[in-house]
């Protein structure tokens, strides 16, 4: 190994060197081509540390660290992400063959690379082109149109649109819906906003009532375009005032999943894949109820 795996990844927040974690997530580059208002992964108390292109930690070194990661916590699933993660095409060619299972979340404002067909491209798209281009950037939707527009035809990575749902776009996500329909993304789900603790953004709701109008609308979709809208039915039931706080008191996502943030020329582990600083109270990440859905199903039907 180039490097000590110690100095070139640091745990800390309670995730241990003989911690078992079947999830994890790796933000290849700090660099980002847009700068969204909502991200998390730049807020100020979180680790990000962007240091160019010449002083990240070099490709080999970055896989070789993932490749020790794997065999010592059994990791079996890898989200890639950034910044932007298609700044590190190279890496991610090779870093998806590490892993049985990969997922790769992009702006999609850079061509998609072929990265075989048991890796998802999860890409990034907010609302229809006005509401998108406040939260992304003016001019991103149309700029990830035209690149789904333009999948070369032998691509055979699977594509599925995202939509990070907050006040300003939950009263036009079906409009998203519409638009997405006769394009090659295979489907899409809903994720809803993380707030920091003191979130200045106007990007997220006050309580977990506020945000159930935008919930239900979810729910309505997922009636309308049972396929094509992937949320669990069950996890949106568990987004509710009733349901929430316990799902994620008890977080699933910050057992199982390992998140590395790079920091500069090192990685560290923030207090879940969010960061640091975030209201676990409102948090709205459709993993988190996804998953919570998941095991319940597991667990065999509920009582009443
Ligand atoms: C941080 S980005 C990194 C990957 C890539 N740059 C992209 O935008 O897809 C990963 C995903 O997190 C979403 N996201 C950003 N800020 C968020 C927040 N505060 N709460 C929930 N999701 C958020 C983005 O919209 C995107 O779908
Ligand atoms: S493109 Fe992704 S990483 Fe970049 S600012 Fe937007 S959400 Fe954050
Ligand atoms: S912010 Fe969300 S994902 Fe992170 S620990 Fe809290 S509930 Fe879990």
């Not at 690379?113 to 006005?130: A, H, N, Q």
């Not at 707030?195 to 309580?207: C, F, H, N, R």
Request: proline share 6%.
């Amino acid at each position: 190994m180039q490097r000590d795996l110690d100095d070139i990844v640091r745990l800390g927040n309670g995730y241990t060197r003989d911690g078992n974690y079947p999830f994890a997530l790796v933000n290849v580059t700090n660099r980002c081509n847009l700068s969204c208002p909502h991200c998390f992964v730049f807020r100020d108390d979180n680790p990000n540390l962007a240091v160019g292109a010449r002083r990240e930690p070099d490709t080999d070194e970055i896989l070789e660290a993932l490749a020790a990661l794997r065999d010592r916590h059994g990791i079996g699933f890898m989200l890639w992400m950034g910044g932007e993660p298609l700044l590190r095409r190279d890496l991610l060619v090779r870093g998806v063959q590490l892993f049985p299972h990969n997922h790769v979340v992009t702006n999609g404002t850079i061509p998609l690379v072929e990265l075989g067909p048991d890796t998802l491209y999860i890409v990034s798209l907010d609302g229809p082109e006005d509401v998108n281009d406040i939260m992304r950037g003016e001019g991103t939707y149309r700029r990830v149109m035209r690149m789904l527009d333009r999948l070369p035809d032998g691509l055979s990575t699977p594509v599925q649109v995202q939509c990070t749902v907050t006040p300003a776009n939950q009263g036009r996500l079906g409009e998203l819906v519409a638009a997405l329909q006769g394009t090659r993304v295979g489907w899409m789900t809903f994720s809803f906003v993380v707030p920091a603790k003191q979130d200045e953004t106007g990007l997220v709701w006050g309580s977990l009532e506020e945000r159930m109008s935008a919930v239900e609308e979810v729910a309505r979709l997922k009636a309308e375009y049972p396929e094509f809208v992937r949320n669990r039915s069950r996890a949106l039931e568990l987004m509710s005032p009733e349901n929430a706080p316990a799902v994620t008191a008890a977080c699933l996502t910050k057992k199982l999943l390992l998140p590395l943030w790079l920091d500069g020329d090192h990685f560290t582990t923030p207090y879940c894949c969010y960061g640091d600083d975030v209201d676990c109270s409102r948090c709205g990440a459709w993993v988190v109820f996804d998953m919570a859905a998941r095991m319940e199903a597991s667990a065999g039907p509920r009582a009443g």
